[in-house]
Structure formats: C-alpha cells, structure tokens
C-alpha cells in the first residue's frame, strides 16, 4: 500500500498531467458569468436531435473529441474512458462511448462524477496502466427533470432551496507525460480521496445541497487528516453542486470539525448562473462541476492564480423508487488534488 | 504505461491475491445445480423487509459481511469497496455502501459489473493504491422484472430467448498479499481487459444473450491478440450470463475471427439452472455471474481443477427509455485472468 495514505486518500508520486478539457453547455449556461469561457454554446437545448437524451448523447461524445482534437487528438488515441451521467443505466455515457469506440469504464457517482472519474483516470495513469485517459460527466436540465421529478409540461415551480440541472458536459484528459501539443502544461493530480457514503436523513428532492453537504465535509476533514494538512495547504477548495445552501450547510459542518473554510471555498453551483437567472441556489447536475472544472477552473491552475486546489464533486445518491419506499437522500463526495508545477 | 500491452489489456505484475468470497442467493437458484455451495438461501425473496428493492440492499449489505467474516475481517478493514447492480442510480449499492460505511466508489456497467469491479480492484491493489478491497456485483429477479419488463402481476409469458435474471448478490475480497485467515490461498488476478461498447443492433429485450455475445466475442479476441496467447493458454474461458442462445452466437462470432472456443468456454448463465427449471435460455442479471464466481469458480482454481481462468462478465446496456426512443441494446465485457498460483 506504499500509495496509501490515512483511511481514505491516494497519492499519485508520478503526478498525472491535465493536458486537455473542453466543454458545451446550453444557453442558460452561456448567460451565466463564465459564459464566456465554454467551448461550446447550443442554441437549442435539442441540438437538432429528436429526444433531449440523444442531445444529451451527443454533448457527451463531442466534449471528448473536442478535448481530444484541441490536443491533436482522437478517440483511437485513448487507453481508457471513464464516464457516467445521471441518466437511469447511464445512457448518455454507454451510448456515447459506443460511438466513440473506445475501452470504457461506466461509473455511477450521481453529481461526484467527475471527481470519480478523475480519481480513477489518475489511479489507472499512475499506476501505469494507462497513458491516456479521458475523464467525462455530463447532464442535461430537460432529461433530469422529467427523469427524477416531474414532467416540464406541468410547469412546476421550486422551492428555495432547489437547484437547476446544468445542461452541460465536460471532459478532462489526463496523461502520464506532458507533450507540446497539449492544452495545459502545468497542472499535475497529486492525490485523491474516495469518497463514503454519507446520510444526513434529508428526504426532500428539492434540497439537494442538504444531502450533500454532510458527505463533502466528511471527505474534506478525511483528506486534511490523512495527508495532515491544514485548509490552508490549499489555495482553494471547490465543491461541485452544493449550491448557496449547502455551502452555507458545508461551511458550519466543517466548523463544528475544526476546520475552518473561510475564504478558501468555492462552489460550481454557486458559480454558474447570476443571481438574476433565478435558479435559486444555483446549479446542479454531474455537468455542473465537469464544465466549471474545464472551463474555468483548470485555467485558474494553469495560469497560477491559483498554485494548489482541491476538486470535489458531490454527488446527491437519489433515487425515486428509493425516496418513494420512504427511503432518505445519501450523499458522497470524491476529491482529486490538482498543483501547479513550474 | 509499463503494465498496459496492446489495446485494452492491463498487467498487474504484483498478482493481487483473491482471499475470500461469498454469495447469497434466492431458493430458485439454490434449486439449480450450483445448489449446495452457496453461502446463504433465502426461504423467501423478500428476506422479511417491505419491498424487494430493500431486501436486495440487504443482500449486498450482507454478502460483504459475509465475505469478510470468513477471513476474520470486517467492513472497516477495507480500503474500498466497488459495486453495482442493475437498478436505477445503483440504489443497492448506494444504499448497502451507506450501512457498510466503507470507502465506496460506484459503477455501472449492467451484467459486466462483475469483472468491472474486480478489474479496477485489482488496479488499486496492484498500483499500491489499496490493501484490501470489495469486489461486489447484485440482482434480483423481481427488481429487475418491474423495472426493465413488466409489473410481476400482469404475469407475462416468456419467449424462448429470453433469461431469468438471478436472486443474488456476490462478493470477492482482493488483497495484496495472502494472510493465514483467508479462504484462498492460491489464487492470482494476473491481468484484465477493458471492454468496448459493441452494438450489433439488436432491440428485443428478451433476447439479452444476443446483445451481449458481439462484445464478449470482442473482448476474448482482443484479450488472446494484446497478449499474444492462444485459447489453449485457458483451461476455462467463462462469460457471465449469455445464456444457451448467446453462448451459441459466441461461439460461431469467434469462429468467424479464427477464435475456436470447443471445449474451454462455459456461461453462467447455463450453469446456474437446471434446463427443467423451464427458465428458457438460462440465468442472467450481474449477480448471476457474481455468485457462481464466488461459490463454484474460484473453488475450482483454488483447488487446481483449472490453473488458469480467463473471467468476463457481459452486459446488456438495456435501458427502457433508450429502447422506447428506437435505440438498440449495446453490450459490453470486462475480462479478468484468474491463475493458480503453486
């Protein structure tokens, strides 16, 4: 176990390489504060397709050739590709990766996606069994919504505490070696802690962040004690989806730990829209954090705004046949490290 | 990429060790030729809880516990656990990994979850990145029915082709190295392969050994080509549940690549039940390839009857909204290569 580290957290001494991202989002998205920095923009959240999940599919199979191709790259260049959605049998990732030919490892984290495929694509490089991999999550606000809560025809409206599905989909790929073609050049995994399955006993589908807040602290304090470090070892500390509620539930959690978050955290969901849009806490959705990590975040790294971060992505474990037997909403949060090296 | 070879083939030079293992079944499969060696029947497939979804839960709870107990270990001497099972957002394993409280990473690959797991087990342990890790794939026949066919009530008649989808839940322990507590003592995970998404077309739901054969042909050629072996390095090549029908199509698929399996391949599936069982083309569903690994596989390298075993686990990515929007069914398989160590 000489990568081990503590109950949770797993060190990575050959430091895999981020040398690409990329990312599409709907117009929602594009209208939000980092509107501006996403690859791609649909003008229709169909793209022309005729179901939401075949756009869904599609948005999923572009990010990777996108990322790919920004690194004169294809698909056939991949050892492995590490994806999930929050579709039921994760059909956006399974058909994707059917068109994209590649060997394929289907995950399913709820909102923790990108954080465990990242963690898994870093395990499988370092490892050296692999020396390209691609790390993907995706959703989409239409499928979602009609998947876990109510048909949009029935025009609904949420409550304070709900967030917004993002439609998005981001990919990141890591690599054991830098090359001159890449993206990024600078941005090393050195760690990464698996995430525990925590449950508060939140039972509401319109209170997420709730759900997820006790799991993101679990893995914050785990990480902290396992590689002894003090929040302060980080420049930032980002969550994926927790929203204005949960991160305001995240940050008194911590504190009755000893660990105090004050001015080194950040949440995607919180990041996403303007206030103005409306979506109450924020976004949401697997996609949220994996289109913030490739949009923005990742340049944060790159450019040394920001020299060591830590990722996690927290994911809402929920489930109508679950929460209509009665059961509550379990959360789980994954965390990868990401440095600046010069 | 010092343990990758060819295309999608893994090496793990340190041979993680599989020390024990466990199964729970139903009565239907404890009537089958596999019968006595489970580890635990249930007289009654609700197993006492108010739904099916939670007694499942509690098959994976348990057969975790029971795996560990046999080598004098419990759920908090475990550096991971990996899991799935056929439902919505993985509810068994979510939920099975809340009580479990263990360090819990998700997957997703329908009926290949079995070697899904034990492939990226085996990853972390071999990579020095994990001790000691679960390896668990679950089903269950009346969850899986109403969610992917019919209400159990409306008492729908079956085709010929179509599977009935197993009772149970099985688990493997993965370690770095044997200990005197352990079940097994001679039983090396030595390499694997990733699967590829593979889709031949086929839409019917109960002919899931069709849809799986084109990718367990997929993965046994690519396997044999990446290490440069032939069938006969193999005592037994084992596919997870094609059933009598897709085990056919196996055969003469590989025969069209030059792959002759006569003599060395066996199916779960058309191990599980006895033929008067009436259960038509045999057993599917991920526990089906799960608890005959556990009860009667890895006994059969263990005690020398087969010095090596090439292992994959078949999915059918059958998803009841994808099929309704006119998609096909695609599979996909996982390999593993299991060897006796003298």
């Not at 920004?70 to 059917?98: E, H, S």
Request: glycine share 10%.
């Amino acid at each position: 176990m000489k990568n081990h580290r503590g109950k949770r957290t797993l060190l990575f001494p050959s430091a895999p390489h981020i040398a690409s991202a990329a990312s599409i989002v709907s117009k929602t998205e594009a209208q939000g504060p980092l509107g501006q920095l996403f690859d791609m923009v649909l003008e229709d959240d169909t793209w022309g397709e005729d179901s939401f999940e075949k756009a869904e599919c599609r948005m999923f199979e572009e990010v990777v050739r996108m990322a790919l191709a920004k690194m004169q790259r294809t698909p056939a260049d991949l050892d492995c590709l590490f994806g999930g959605d929050l579709l039921n049998q994760i059909i956006t990732a399974n058909y994707a990766a059917r068109q994209l030919n590649t060997p394929f490892l289907g995950l399913y984290g709820a909102c923790s996606t990108m954080a465990e495929s990242l963690l898994l694509g870093s395990v499988l490089v370092d490892g050296g069994f692999a020396g390209r991999v691609a790390c993907v999550a995706s959703s989409h606000f239409s499928t979602a919504e009609r998947q876990y809560r109510y048909p949009l025809e029935m025009g609904t409206t949420e409550p304070e505490t709900s967030q917004r599905t993002v439609t998005g989909s981001g990919c990141v790929i890591v690599t054991e070696a830098p090359s001159p073609d890449d993206v990024f050049h600078k941005i090393r995994i050195r760690a990464g802690t698996i995430g525990r399955v925590v449950d508060l006993g939140i039972t509401d589908a319109a209170n997420m962040g709730a759900a997820m807040a006790p799991a993101a602290c679990d893995t914050i304090v785990t990480h902290l004690k396992d590689l002894e470090r003090q929040v302060s070892y980080y420049d930032l500390i980002i969550t994926g989806d927790l929203g204005r509620f949960g991160s305001e539930m995240l940050f008194s959690l911590c504190k009755d730990r000893g660990v105090d978050l004050s001015g080194r955290h950040i949440d995607c969901g919180c990041m996403i829209f303007h206030p103005e849009q409306n979506f109450h806490c924020g976004g949401s959705g697997c996609g949220c954090s994996a289109v913030t990590l490739a949009a923005n975040l990742l340049d944060k790294v790159e450019s040394g705004g920001v020299q060591r971060m830590l990722f996690l992505a927290t994911g809402a474990l929920l489930s109508p046949s679950a929460t209509m037997q009665g059961e509550s909403i379990p959360g789980i949060a994954h965390a990868v490290v990401l440095e600046r090296e010069d």
